[in-house]
């Protein structure tokens, strides 16, 4: 009996052992499953990140390109900035020609056009007295005939 006894002992001993062994197992299973989650999400999120570079390196280039872009933008706006000031100082020289040569000459044409009509009418006021003398005299002229 000694031995069914010492089996008995055994298996008393061992049966919560066994348990305990029972339950590591389905752990491990369920760890298993859980570790293949992890593989399939770290490759998911390898996946992303690779994408995440490209897309970084996309972005990259198209930052550079707008660099070049807003410099040629600058450039272009110093241009235009540079031709604003040629075209204003042409505009304070044009105005000041007005200004100094081309009124005066317009005023002096205008002021001249009041005197040749000033000196037309007088000259029209003198032809008409020319003329009637003229018609005097050839009246005159005409008297005198009659009287030889």
């Known amino acids: 009996m000694e031995e069914k006894?010492?089996?008995?002992?055994?298996?008393?001993?061992?049966?919560p052992l066994e348990s305990d062994i029972n339950n590591m197992r389905a752990?491990?299973?369920e760890m298993r499953g859980d570790i293949k989650e992890m593989r399939t999400d770290?490759?998911?999120?390898?996946?992303?990140?690779?994408?995440?570079?490209?897309?970084?390196?996309?972005?990259?280039?198209?930052?550079?390109?707008?660099?070049?872009?807003?410099?040629?933008?600058k450039t272009d706006m110093?241009?235009?900035k540079n031709r604003l000031g040629n075209v204003e100082h042409e505009?304070?020289?044009t105005n000041l020609m007005i200004e100094n040569e081309i009124m005066?000459?317009?005023?002096?044409?205008?002021?001249?056009?009041?005197?040749?009509?000033?000196n037309f009418k007088i000259l029209r006021e003198r032809t008409d007295e020319i003329e009637q003398d003229v018609i005097v005299l050839k009246v005159?002229?005409?008297k005198k005939k009659k009287i030889i």
Do not use: Y
């Open 140 to 142: 005159l002229a005409k």
């Open 104 to 118: 005066p000459a317009v005023q002096a044409i205008r002021e001249g056009q009041r005197g040749d009509r000033e």
């Open 42 to 73: 770290i490759t998911e999120m390898q996946a992303d990140m690779k994408e995440m570079r490209t897309d970084i390196t996309e972005m990259q280039a198209d930052m550079k390109e707008m660099r070049t872009d807003i410099n040629i933008l």
């Open 78 to 80: 110093h241009d235009v």
């Open 27 to 29: 752990d491990m299973k």
């Open 91 to 93: 505009v304070v020289r």
């Open 5 to 15: 006894e010492l089996l008995q002992a055994i298996k008393q001993i061992i049966a």
